[in-house]
C-alpha cells in the first residue's frame, strides 16, 4: 500500500524559511508526478506546486512563484519544497500528493495524499 509522509512543517515568522519534504514508500512514480496542496482555515484546498518525475517539469501556483522551489530525489522517492520568503497568508495545512501529471498543461491530477503538516508563519 502506497504512503505519504510529510515532514517539516512548524512555527515561522513572517519573512522566514521552511523546508517541507514528502517521501512515498510502497511504489514509484515514474509515470506519474508529486506535489503540495494546502488548505487553510476556512478555505478549500488548493493547489501549491508539483513536479513530474521524468523530466523534472514543475507547476507553482502564482502567489508562491520566485518564493517557494519544489524538487525530487528519485533515488529516495522523495519531493522536497523550500519555502523562502513566507507570509501569513502561507500559513496552512499542507498535503504532499502523488498523481498523474498532465504535462500539456503541467498539471497535477493526485489519486493518493498525505496526512498534511501545519505551516504556521506569523506577522
Known amino acids: 500500500q502506497v504512503q505519504l509522509v510529510e515532514t517539516g512543517g512548524g512555527l515561522v515568522q513572517a519573512g522566514g524559511s521552511l523546508r517541507l519534504s514528502c517521501t512515498a514508500s510502497?511504489?514509484?512514480?515514474?509515470?506519474?508526478?508529486m506535489g503540495w496542496f494546502r488548505q487553510a482555515p476556512g478555505k478549500e484546498r488548493e493547489f501549491v506546486a508539483a513536479?513530474?518525475?521524468?523530466?523534472?517539469?514543475?507547476s507553482y501556483t502564482p502567489s508562491v512563484k520566485g518564493r517557494f522551489t519544489i524538487s525530487r530525489d528519485n533515488a529516495k522517492n522523495t519531493v522536497n519544497l523550500q519555502m523562502n520568503s513566507l507570509k501569513p497568508e502561507d500559513t496552512a495545512v499542507y498535503y504532499c500528493?502523488?498523481?498523474?501529471?498532465?504535462?500539456?498543461?503541467?498539471?497535477?491530477?493526485?489519486?493518493?495524499w498525505g496526512q498534511g503538516t501545519q505551516v504556521t508563519v506569523s506577522s
Open positions: 500528493a502523488a498523481g498523474v501529471w498532465v504535462e500539456i498543461s503541467t498539471l497535477l491530477l493526485p489519486t493518493i
Open positions: 510502497g511504489r514509484t512514480f515514474s509515470n506519474g508526478g
Open positions: 513536479i513530474r518525475w521524468s523530466g523534472g517539469s514543475t
